[in-house]
Nanobody, 122 residues
Framework: QVQLVESGGELVQAGASLRLSCAAS????????MGWFRQASGKEREFVAH????????AYDAAVKGRFTISRDNARSTVYLQMNSLKPEDTAVYYC???????????????WGQGTQVTVSS
């Protein structure tokens, strides 16, 4: 199995940058597609980005494309989300998750972290 722990969420001002990290335990990390999702208060969880097991292909939600970058370091069993030009509408709890398929659907992700809060003020 895979255990995931997110970190890096903070209160920042609009226009700032943050890098979220997701540290994984387990010996099969490099075989999983890794995704980032977020859930704003009062809203459903939504897809943000994901990356294939070897890091060769990525996909993003239109709301973050061009501002966010997902990456992974399989040697360190860690996936990252670099967030630039943050906007108040990016405020949410951000979750990392692991899937055995390349999908945008949260139902396809078997393992989930606990989430880290990102708050962007105006």
């Amino acid at each position: 199995q895979v255990q995931l722990v997110e970190s890096g969420g903070e209160l920042v001002q609009a226009g700032a940058s943050l890098r979220l990290s997701c540290a994984a335990s387990g010996r099969t990390f490099s075989s999983y597609t890794m995704g980032w999702f977020r859930q704003a208060s009062g809203k459903e969880r939504e897809f943000v980005a994901h990356i294939t097991p070897s890091g060769g292909f990525t996909a993003y939600d239109a709301a973050v494309k061009g501002r966010f970058t997902i990456s992974r370091d399989n040697a360190r069993s860690t996936v990252y989300l670099q967030m630039n030009s943050l906007k108040p509408e990016d405020t949410a709890v951000y979750y990392c998750a692991a899937s055995q398929i390349f999908t945008r659907s949260d139902n396809g992700y078997r393992y989930w972290g606990q989430g880290t809060q990102v708050t962007v003020s105006s």
